[in-house]
T-cell receptor
Framework: GENVEQHPSTLSVQEGDSAVIKCTYS??????FPWYKQELGKRPQLIID?????GEKKDQRIAVTLNKTAKHFSLHITETQPEDSAVYFC??????????FGDGTTLTVKP | GAVVSQHPSWVICKSGTSVKIECRSL??????MFWYRQFPKQSLMLMAT?????????EQGVEKDKFLINHASLTLSTLTVTSAHPEDSSFYIC?????????????FGPGTRLTVT
C-alpha cells in the first residue's frame, strides 16, 4: 500500500519568515495530493491541493510543488503569521479516493 | 458549501456498550464517505471506506464486526462501535466526497471524541 513520509515533525519560524514542509510517497498510482491544516481539537481543513498533471500551484501565501518522478511534494508558506500555527498534514490519494496521510508537522510561528 | 456534520461531538460510555456516530453531508450528496481514527498528537488513520448502498471496505487490521458502518443514503453514514473497550477511546472523524469529484475532494466532519470508561 501507499506510504507517506512527512518532514519535519516540528517546525518553528519567526513571523514573516517562510516555512517549508516536505512529503514523499511510495505508490506511483497516487495522483492527488492535498494539504490539510488542523488546529487543536478541530477538523482538518483543506488548504491547497495539487493533481499529478500539475507541477506547481499557488494560492496567495501558500504554494505546493510536486515532483512526480521523485515522488515528493512540498508545501510552502510565505510571510508566516501567528495564526498559521497548527498541525499540517499532507496526503496522497489514489483514484479510489483513499487517502494516506503523513504523520503531520507542528508549525509554530513566533511573533 | 461542502459542510459535513457529526453527531455526537463527544460521548462517554461504559465498557461493553455500543455507540453510534452519525456523519452527514449537509449541502451536498456524497457517494463515498470515509471514517478515520486519530489518537492524540498523531495522524489520521483510515478505518474504512463507505459507499452508499454497498458494504464498507475496511482497512487491514480494522475489525469489521466491531466497527459497523452503514451508508444508507447519499447524505448519511453511521459508525457503530460495538462492545466498546477503553482502548477504543479516540477521536473519530468522517469525511465525505461530493458526487462527481471522483472522491478526490474530501470534506471533514468536526469529529467525535469517544471516551470508554
Amino acid at each position: 500500500g501507499e506510504n507517506v513520509e512527512q518532514h519535519p515533525s516540528t517546525l518553528s519560524v519567526q513571523e514573516g519568515d517562510s516555512a517549508v514542509i516536505k512529503c514523499t510517497y511510495s505508490d506511483s498510482a497516487s495522483n492527488y495530493f492535498p494539504w490539510y491544516k488542523q488546529e487543536l481539537g478541530k477538523r482538518p481543513q483543506l488548504i491547497i491541493d495539487i493533481r499529478s498533471n500539475v507541477g506547481e500551484k499557488k494560492d496567495q501565501r501558500i504554494a505546493v510543488t510536486l515532483n512526480k518522478t521523485a515522488k515528493h511534494f512540498s508545501l510552502h508558506i510565505t510571510e508566516t503569521q501567528p495564526e498559521d500555527s497548527a498541525v499540517y498534514f499532507c496526503a496522497a490519494n489514489t483514484n479510489a479516493g483513499k487517502s494516506t496521510f503523513g504523520d503531520g508537522t507542528t508549525l509554530t510561528v513566533k511573533p | 458549501g461542502a459542510v459535513v456534520s457529526q453527531h455526537p461531538s463527544w460521548v462517554i460510555c461504559k465498557s461493553g456498550t455500543s455507540v453510534k456516530i452519525e456523519c452527514r453531508s449537509l449541502d451536498f450528496q456524497a457517494t463515498t464517505m470515509f471514517w478515520y481514527r486519530q489518537f492524540p498528537k498523531q495522524s489520521l488513520m483510515l478505518m474504512a471506506t463507505s459507499n452508499e448502498g454497498s458494504k464498507a471496505t475496511y482497512e487491514q487490521g480494522v475489525e469489521k464486526d466491531k466497527f459497523l458502518i452503514n451508508h444508507a443514503s447519499l447524505t448519511l453514514s453511521t459508525l457503530t462501535v460495538t462492545s466498546a473497550h477503553p482502548e477504543d477511546s479516540s477521536f473519530y472523524i468522517c469525511s465525505a466526497a461530493p458526487v462527481g469529484t471522483g472522491a478526490y475532494e474530501q470534506y471533514f466532519g468536526p469529529g467525535t471524541r469517544l471516551t470508554v470508561t
